[in-house]
């Protein structure tokens, strides 16, 4: 080994401390980055295979009933590749050993061999046989959650019948790998299934012999998609077709994608930071290194050693640096990388390990630590390289302190020497100041942005639930029911009070942009489901108007009182003008509420309803459920307590997780910049420091000096931090909304004063243990050193 | 006889900004192989500029310098240093070893570089260390760390030895060791040796002694009775 490097591997081991500091800050961005591109690549990748392989369709409608001669047409569409129809229903289970009412999906097998798009995996057991009656199969997570196993039987309330059904094997589906109920918040496989049925079963259970309701599409590619739903739009439109929609708009896939665009948000937000306070740290650090080593650089050079070789040289020390930092990011990362993917496994079903982190992933978060730290060195190593030999010799000149304004004002207000000394070294350095505390405001703004999640969903929960939601149930039908019968509902047992709402499917146009939705038809003072308008009061919906919410509202770029064009869908499809009547507030879906007797007067019927909300005795829940498994027209029982418990869990619990990631990933930050800022300080002030020792300064009065300047660069820094913690966590918001949900900005003073207060703590901790430095300072020893 | 080094008007100005301080003023000089020479002057007398210019550390303002028939005035950074590696050894006042690295690898510091270089175990017998290998600097005294600085200069078996006030930071018996170390590898490698000092007694033990005074060379003298180190004493 070359006496150089070996200079190099001693000087990286007497810097351990201040190394390791700064190589935990950097394997935080690579962690994280590792993380969340490493997840993000694998994610997609699995899903694009696991589409293609099994011809995930690229069009999906649905309809009241169409006739099977329809489909030659839609497969003549231009630009459609195959077309399959299918029986699609929900139906409500009993499953053995099951106290609650169980929601399914049916979806008709074709009759005549496997399905041609979304083909099913086959996990144990076979496929029905075509010709069975009372034979299905379930998607493999439902049976996996209420312990079935082929061969065991089910009964299901199809059509007004109840039949006993036998299954045949599970599987898993490209169209359900995140799969949730109607009116379900998150995958809940324990009360809600998919069943897939033989076509000619299917057809005789709801009386679609001959018919469809529901059929997918495989486009050609390179032929325009929304052509393709447009023709299938107005050939199903006689049929109560309900509009057609793409990938986009399927609940599975849009739900991966709103998943994908979380970690590509993640990815594009965090990672840069901690790389770019590494960049400084080791600026900082390798500068002071150089300035230390002026007269060894001035010996290599007077020896020969060329100006490349010296600039390599510290360039490698910052090398060593950033490989530690990778080495540990990529472990912690790694790790991570499979929490995530366990996570994942939770809510996703892919039939075959979605966590494959690939080698790109790798290099890149390493490739990238590696150019942080380098571009750090860059500057000092380029100034050790140009420095003339015989000026690295002689001793550096003193630093030059100025007169300035500030030192008028500072005379006027006769503050203490060492105050002076604080003051005057900040103005001295003001390039360090200013980055040494950015980069702790860094800390404070990592902590804001991850207590802001908190009190974001303790908001979101507020309004959803609390306010909005306070239903205990929801009853949903097949098929909408006349406002009526909801005095049957309050007979039913337990049941304390029972109102009704209407979905209709429609969309709202506004000049050229357009959004499908589900308007909600609400009665005035309805009081178990509630409508929030934007100053958080209770409102009802006018007699002529739309309510929207405000991120269909933002979409549709419409504010009060402007007209929107509204196709009513699902047979009447009639188009009316209808103005905006005002902006409500909701964190999940997209809401447009609407007056329930204006809703109906428009479809020119009787008032109907498709979910009665229920206040329920919880006594007396196991008679209700008795009584609903025998109720033909219930497609499901969403129970809103139950929905809110395991929402509430699971985010609570991520949200735990994370907290502890972001407070551990920002204590880091803090002791990094802070513990490197105080060690460079001492080193610079180890003289002048004991000479004040040896003139009479107490120890105590010495080190305010040191921990001094570093708080008061960590006070100036919270304000800065404050703002930038508000900008991360807006930019974090924003990167979440999507169709499906939005995650509200809340900003909580107590969410700030703690991410002061941490990052203070954390601060004044990092220079306390350089202060013990102080303590152990040899006085002659540093007087007589040569600076 | 044999030139080693030769100036012709060589004068370095520095620009410190404000004012323009000359170092030296039209100094022409040279050196022959295998002399032990003295510079000798004050302070701020223009050796150690001299000194620098000569081993390739800093560019003259004006004038030619030239080793041999390399003329290193005309000499671009890249070439100085290969300059450097390749014929020149120095011996600095205080030492400049690098405190991370033992005795034997701050010699194999330069021998890494250099093209044929002398074992460092054999370099550092040469001043007399041969047990103290593996000591770092801050385990020796002045004394041992200048002899392993001057086993680091002749390790690579330079043709010219530069040396900047060598004993300048040592007591009178250490630096005659010092000294005695310089005259051994002048009279056994026939390394050309340059000394800079303030220190008038040294000059007993050279060849010749070039004075300076302000920038610029008073005078030289040829020594006609060299005594040895151990006769010097101040």
Known sequence: ?787 | MNMVFRTRALTKVYDTGTVQVPALDDVDLELYAGELAVLLGPSGSGKSTLLNILGGLDHASSGQVWFRDLELSAMRDRELTRYRRDHVGFVFQFYNLIASLTARENVQLVADVARDPMPAEEALALVGLEHRLDHFPAEMSGGEQQRVAIARAIAKRPEVLLCDEPTGALDSHTGVQVLEVLRDVNDRLGTTTAVITHNAAIRQMAHRVVFFLDGRIDRVEVNANRITPAEISW
């Open chain 1, 1 to 787: 080994m070359r006496a150089l490097d070996r200079k190099l591997l001693r000087d990286f081991r007497r810097l351990w401390a201040q190394a390791l500091a700064i190589a935990l800050v950097l394997a935080c961005g690579v962690a994280i980055l590792l993380t969340t591109f490493g997840t993000y690549v694998s994610l997609e990748e699995t899903r694009r295979a696991y589409y293609e392989r099994n011809r995930f369709a690229d069009v999906f409608a649905d309809a009241t009933r169409a006739p099977r001669w329809l489909m030659p047409e839609i497969r003549g569409i231009e630009g459609v590749r195959t077309a399959e129809s299918r029986i699609s229903h929900f139906a409500v289970l009993d499953v053995p050993g099951r106290e609650g009412i169980v929601t399914a999906h049916i979806l008709s097998l074709p009759a005549h061999g496997e399905p041609r798009l979304n083909l099913p995996v086959l996990r144990q057991g076979r496929l029905p046989h075509p010709d069975a009656s009372d034979e299905v199969a379930v998607n493999a997570p439902f049976a996996l959650a209420n312990g079935l196993r082929p061969g065991d039987a089910i009964t299901a309330n199809l059509g007004g019948a109840r039949r006993a059904l036998t299954i045949t094997g599970t599987v898993l589906s490209p169209e359900f790998i995140y799969t949730i109920g109607p009116g379900a918040l998150m995958p809940d496989n324990e009360t809600f299934g998919i069943l897939w049925m033989p076509e000619i079963a299917a057809a005789a259970a709801f009386d679609m012999e001959g018919a469809f309701n529901n059929v997918t599409l495989a486009i050609v590619p390179g032929a325009r998609e929304a052509d393709v739903i447009d023709r299938l739009d107005t050939l199903l439109d006689p049929y109560g077709g309900l509009g057609a929609y793409g990938r986009n708009l399927q609940i599975s896939n849009s739900f991966i994608d709103s998943e994908l665009e979380q970690q590509k948000t993640g990815a594009m937000i965090l990672p840069p930071i901690f790389y770019a306070i590494s960049a400084f740290l080791v600026a900082m650090v390798i500068g002071r290194i150089v300035a230390l080593e002026r007269s060894e650089i001035g010996l290599l050079k007077a020896v020969g050693y060329s100006d490349l070789e010296i600039c390599v040289h510290y360039l490698l020390l910052a090398g060593l640096i950033a490989v530690v930092g990778i080495l540990l990011g990529w472990g912690v990362g790694t790790w991570l990388a499979r929490a995530l993917a366990r996570l994942y496994a939770q809510f996703f079903d892919f039939p075959y390990l979605i966590y494959n982190l690939s080698y790109g992933a790798y290099a890149l978060s390493g490739l990238l630590a590696v150019v942080s730290a380098a571009l750090g060195a860059a500057r000092s190593a380029l100034k050790a390289a140009r420095m003339p030999p015989a000026v690295a010799m002689a001793p550096p000149a003193p630093p030059r302190f100025n007169r300035t304004l500030l030192d008028r004002v500072l005379a006027t207000l006769h503050p203490s020497q060492p105050t002076m000394m604080i003051l005057r070294s900040l103005m001295r350095w003001p390039l360090r100041s200013a980055a040494t505390s950015f980069g702790l405001a860094l800390g404070v703004a990592v902590l804001v942005a991850s207590g802001f999640f908190s009190s974001a969903l303790d908001t979101l929960i507020e309004t959803t639930f609390d306010r909005s939601n306070r239903q205990d149930a929801m009853l949903l039908f097949e098929a909408d029911i006349p406002e009526t019968a909801l005095a049957e509902i309050m007979r039913l047992p337990g049941v304390l009070r029972a109102e009704g709402q209407q979905y209709q499917s429609a969309i709202l146009r506004h000049g050229h942009r357009e959004k499908d939705v589900g308007i909600e038809g609400r009665r005035p003072g309805s009081d178990l489901a509630r409508i929030i308008d934007a100053d958080g009061q209770n409102i009802d919906p006018p007699p002529h108007g739309l309510l929207l919410s405000a991120r269909l509202a933002d979409y549709l770029r419409v504010i009060p009182g402007d007209l929107m064009e509204v196709e009513l869908l699902g047979g009447v499809n009639e188009t009316h003008a209808i103005p905006v009547a005002g902006i409500v507030t909701q964190y999940i879906g997209l809401g447009a509420y609407m007056d329930l007797d204006t809703l109906n007067r428009l479809l020119r019927q009787s008032p109907r309803i498709s979910v009665a909300n229920l206040r329920i005795d919880d006594m007396a829940l196991p008679d209700l459920h008795k009584v609903l498994k025998e109720t033909p027209e219930l497609s499901g029982l969403v129970q809103i307590d139950r929905m809110q418990a395991s929402f509430e869990d699971t985010i609570r619990q991520n949200i735990v997780t994370m907290t502890v990631v972001y407070m551990s990933v920002a204590v880091l930050i803090t002791v990094g910049v802070a513990y490197n800022g105080a060690r460079i300080q001492l080193s610079e002030r180890a003289r002048e420091l004991a000479s004040l020792r040896i003139l009479g300064f107490s120890r105590g009065e010495v080190s305010f000096i040191l921990v001094g300047e570093t708080m008061l660069l960590a006070l100036i820094a919270q304000p800065f931090g404050w703002l930038l913690g508000a900008g991360i966590a807006w930019a974090l918001a924003e990167g979440s909304t999507s169709d499906l949900y939005e995650i509200p900005l809340v900003l909580e003073p107590a969410g700030f004063a703690q991410a002061s207060l941490v990052v203070l703590g954390a601060a004044l901790a990092a220079s306390l243990v350089v202060r013990r430095r102080l303590d152990r300072l040899d006085l002659v020893q540093v007087m007589k050193t040569r600076e």
